[in-house]
């Protein structure tokens, strides 16, 4: 058989960014020859560096580039050195939206063998997907200031919902929903407060809901759902919620299940009229970058994600077993570095 | 010593407020006498009940009554029978903006003796004061929806966040975390993302700050926020954060600190300019209502802080150790219904 050949943006970013991405690349190199698998792979330096440099943080022309990719590869961005905000929202933010990637998925799963900070929790307690809105709400960036600096000073920051855009993640939380053993969806949202967003998703829920009757759903207020992931997170199978609380519960998620270092996530545009874009749930963390230090999973898991992505469901597989095999080796062994734990994987997926 | 007389508005609310509310009254009636406080009490009801007879919320006329009162003790409002937001906008929410009570102080801290769901975590590492803004931000009410039920609806909700606003809660803050032994003051907002809100924030902080060189101060988004709740809560002292950030982070300050049936939160008008608001941070809990089973200790401790507020410091302490002693006590003791623990709560504060 012919080898499929995958053309690969991969943007290293900052920080940690460049370490683990290396190891994820590891793995898919280790990976892809059994799989018949090729990758062209393209690095763009963006993030900090560039921004220093140029004032850049995500070219048109760069952009135009990644349109024509079938794939990103991400590892973080951000850096003190950079004004908050300024390559979020320049780079990584307008990634996600101008290549539509409306649904930002990310698993909440507890490895067997893995810590977590909660007492009496098992593995299979902890077995989640939140589906998170990628291209609106709060997210919008729709909002200013007004007589910044005096005491009349007005911020303000619009949370901007549509129809369309609810209800094609809705869908496709329902579609995850239905290919899972529980068949149950949770809207997460905070409707008693903010009731127009609120209503709009839980019509939708509702509507779309009709045409999936073996789907059973549930509604959690966002504050209480951060309480029930800490004692009952067994509660969830799939949540569906908009673009912060998503970003708020799924580092409480991550956090559950092992730590930042393990949570993965793409960015997914599942009509595919742009690449998506996977990427580690945890930051740059420039306190611990350069050193080796970084643990390089969450690539890796971020890794198998966009091998199901492209239609490589046996590679993906392949390499969450392999991960799911380091994992339990590592209880009682020494700490790790970065380059180590990706041998140990790309070991794994080759051998 | 004349006995000094203190009106006092109580909202029993619905569910398992009222339950919880009398078990409130009667600590406070036992605490009372011996340190010369006199309680004239009036009791509003409002409501889901009075919705649904009269479709009133909050009336004017009610509003004004309660203006006039010196501190108000709730329950908890909320019912399914009434859509999701009436209540909440237009009871608890038109009250807290109407008496401008712009500090939502919400203690979180593990007492000795109670369970939490993270493993390993001592007393002395949960102890933090989260001074949450009430009165603008994400629940401002600002927003709206169009072409609603069409495939081209849009529905907004906006963030009004003013330099006055901001300013007077983080002023607030340092107070606190001037008057606490560690001194440390942590802003968690989203400043990557929310720019201009989060901008107004980090600057206020700043300026503010210059007056309060005895308080450190720093920074955590509220994503990692929730991490560090589960993984490092004694990394917090006192926390200063927007209305939403602050709603959420206290629920799962609540779950890590022995749960909702213990936390305690005063809606504060700090300028004094109206009565101050004590309410259980849990709310209506309609699936036990009516059954006896609720715990009244977050209402209790509710009314110690109402007692701080009204000046009788040394009756809240003794309302706090009262709920000390008999959280201690419980251990492994069959579970007491809402009377039970208020009468043994009442009798050690009597004694
Ligand atoms: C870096 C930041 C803009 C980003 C977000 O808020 O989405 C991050 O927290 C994440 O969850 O991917
Ligand atoms: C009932 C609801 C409006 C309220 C809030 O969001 O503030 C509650 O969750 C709280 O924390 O007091």
Redesign the interface.
């Known amino acids: 058989m012919a080898s499929r050949s995958i053309r690969l943006a991969v943007i290293p970013g900052d920080g940690i960014g460049p370490e683990v991405v290396a190891e994820g690349l590891k793995v898919l190199d280790a990976v892809a020859p059994a799989h018949d698998l090729k990758f062209e792979r393209t690095t763009y330096d963006l993030g900090a560096a560039r921004w220093h440099r140029t004032g850049e943080t995500l070219p048109d022309a760069v952009l135009e580039e990644l349109r024509g990719q079938d794939a990103i590869l991400l590892g973080a961005v ?1 850096d003190p050195s950079v004004p ?2 300024v390559l ?2 320049g780079l990584l ?1 307008r990634a996600r939206f101008e290549l539509d990637h409306y649904v930002n998925l990310r698993p909440v799963k507890l490895f067997p063998g893995m810590d977590t ?4 929790v098992k593995p299979e307690d902890v077995d989640m997907v939140v589906v998170r809105e990628g291209t609106e709400g ?2 919008a960036g729709v ?3 007004l ?1 910044k ?16 855009g609810v ?1 094609r993640v809705v869908r496709y939380a329902f579609e995850v929903a239905a290919s899972r053993p529980r068949r149950k969806l949770t809207l997460v949202h ?11 998703y ?2 939708t829920v509702k509507r779309v809901g009709e045409e999936y009757p073996q789907v059973t759903t549930d509604y959690v207020h ?3 759902a ?2 029930f ?3 009952m997170p067994q509660r969830f199978d799939v949540i569906v919620t908009d673009n ?1 609380f998503g ?6 998620g ?3 299940a092992g ?2 270092g393990l949570a993965a996530s793409g960015n997914v545009n599942p009509d595919r009229t742009a690449p998506s874009m996977f990427e580690p749930v945890h930051g740059s963390a420039p306190d611990i970058a350069g050193q080796g230090k970084a643990d390089p999973t969450a690539t890796i898991l971020s890794v198998a994600m966009l091998l199901d992505h492209i239609g490589a469901p046996e590679a993906a597989r392949r390499v969450e077993r392999a991960v799911a095999d380091d994992l339990a080796a590592r209880r009682g062994r020494p700490a790790r570095g970065t380059a180590e734990i990706g041998d140990a994987i790309a070991e794994r997926v080759s051998g």
Chains 1, 2 share one sequence.
């Open positions: 951000g908050s905000g979020e929202r933010l900070p909660l007492s009496g709060p997210y909002g200013g200031v007589r600096g005096t005491p009349q000073e007005i911020a303000t920051q619009e949370s901007v919902n549509t129809a369309y209800e905070k409707d008693n407060v903010l009731t127009f967003a609120g209503d709009l839980q019509r966002v504050d209480a951060t309480m992931f800490v004692t912060l970003d708020i519960i799924t580092d409480l991550a956090a559950i730590g930042i």
